[in-house]
């Protein structure tokens, strides 16, 4: 005989699946570039080739040697780095604020992180024969260049302790001056106090301010110096190359030298300690 239960009408109940959908959120990468102001030749080429082994993608900013700015760009891409150009005068402010503008209005999520103010220019004549226009012009691009540019990254390396690393190229002229550059060694040892003091402004925002004061390297700068009459006032007993510029540069960029700050380092074979 069969119970009751058995009897009772069986419910099956059947599950239902529901799909909650989630509000879409957009994830932007945050990219940071380095800016290598004068990066088409010399020094500030050999920098952009030793940053571009970091990962990051390189700004090659020059005024207006477009074939030698294209050529470094290329040795980059070569070595499976990114590279930009970025043409304006340094000493300029109406080009620098424009140029930076109008990049970063086409990288509304990125910004520039590391910034080399490597940009100079020689005007060499002995003081009571220099001209205005030479010593403007030699003060103007290290001076002003720093300046102009320097300022308006800064605006995107403060907020939110972002952090960043700024590297000043000065000069063995800047330490010791040198005859016959007085407006060169001006400009560089300029940037070299403006380098320290700036160096204690932005400190607590996690942004280091350093110089490098290269002394004799093999670039177009110095191809027109006695070399052989030079060498034998350098210890070491060779002018320097790029290459060992670049490589100081890349260790003030990097991690390892998070604690360093408003230090001037010189690479001169021993010439000036």
Not at 47 to 73: D, F, Q, V, W
């Amino acid at each position: 005989m069969r119970r009751a239960a058995d009897w009772a009408p069986r419910l099956i109940i059947k599950q239902c699946r529901f799909t909650v959908r989630q509000p879409t959120v957009r994830r932007f990468v945050v990219m940071k570039y380095i800016l290598v102001t004068g990066g088409s030749r010399g020094i500030g080429r050999a920098i952009c080739l030793r940053l571009a082994s970091l990962g990051m993608p390189i700004l090659i900013n020059y005024n207006s040697n477009h074939k030698a700015a294209n050529e470094t760009r290329g040795l980059i891409e070569e070595r499976g780095g990114k590279a930009e150009l970025l043409p304006f005068d340094v000493s300029n402010e109406s080009d620098v604020v424009s140029a930076i503008q109008k990049w970063e209005d086409e990288h509304p999520n990125d910004y520039i992180s590391i910034l080399v103010n490597n940009a100079g220019i020689r005007r060499d004549d002995m003081m009571f024969m220099m001209s205005d226009e030479d010593w403007h012009q030699v003060i103007n691009t290290t001076l002003d260049g720093f300046f102009f540019l320097t300022r308006r990254l800064l605006k995107h390396m403060l907020p939110r302790n972002r952090g960043g690393r700024i590297i000043n190229i000065a000069s063995l002229s800047g330490l010791k001056g040198m005859p016959g550059q007085t407006n060169y060694s001006a400009a560089k040892a300029a940037l070299i106090g403006a380098t320290k003091a700036l160096a204690q402004e932005v400190a607590p925002r996690n942004v280091t301010v350093n110089a490098v004061a290269p002394g004799f390297i093999e670039t177009d700068m110095t191809k027109d110096l006695p070399e052989e009459e030079l060498k034998r006032l350098i210890p070491l007993g060779r002018f320097g190359k790029p290459e060992e510029v670049a490589g100081i540069v890349a260790f003030l960029v990097s991690h390892e030298a998070s604690y360093i700050t408003g230090e001037v380092i010189n690479v001169n074979g021993g010439l000036y300690t």
